[in-house]
Nanobody, 123 residues
Framework: QLQLVESGGGLVQPGGSLRLSCAAS????????IGWFRQAPGKEREGVSC????????NYADSVKGRFTVSRDNAKNTVYLQMNSLNFEDTAIYYC????????????????WGQGTQVPVSS
């Protein structure tokens, strides 16, 4: 069965780094776009990054450009989100999700979701 499982979250200090993993099962990762989203308390869910299965193209939200990098390991059926230079505004629950079509940062485009992993950025 289709499954997406996020991991790698945890407490990190401002300026620190963290790498999140999205382990996929039940489908071929190279045929689907995987998106990363986050939701902070009191804020709506926002798109962070995505990577397409067809050609590996990526997109990033303006707020994370230059700090976050999304990558894919097809052999392990895993997508990663490397997060550097973290700040308090990056505090959120981070989710990965799947869609069939293009790499977008619109949550409504994605139909399959993991359960999320918490990233508290605090000193």
């Amino acid at each position: 069965q289709l499954q997406l499982v996020e991991s790698g979250g945890g407490l990190v200090q401002p300026g620190g780094s963290l790498r999140l993993s999205c382990a996929a099962s039940g489908f071929n990762l190279n045929r689907y776009t995987i998106g990363w989203f986050r939701q902070a308390p009191g804020k709506e869910r926002e798109g962070v990054s995505c990577i397409s299965g067809s050609d590996g193209s990526t997109n990033y939200a303006d707020s994370v450009k230059g700090r976050f990098t999304v990558s894919r390991d097809n052999a392990k059926n895993t997508v990663y989100l490397q997060m550097n230079s973290l700040n308090f505004e990056d505090t959120a629950i981070y989710y990965c999700a799947r869609r069939f079509l293009a790499c977008t940062l619109r949550a409504n485009d994605f139909s399959s979701w993991g359960q999320g992993t918490q990233v508290p950025v605090s000193s």
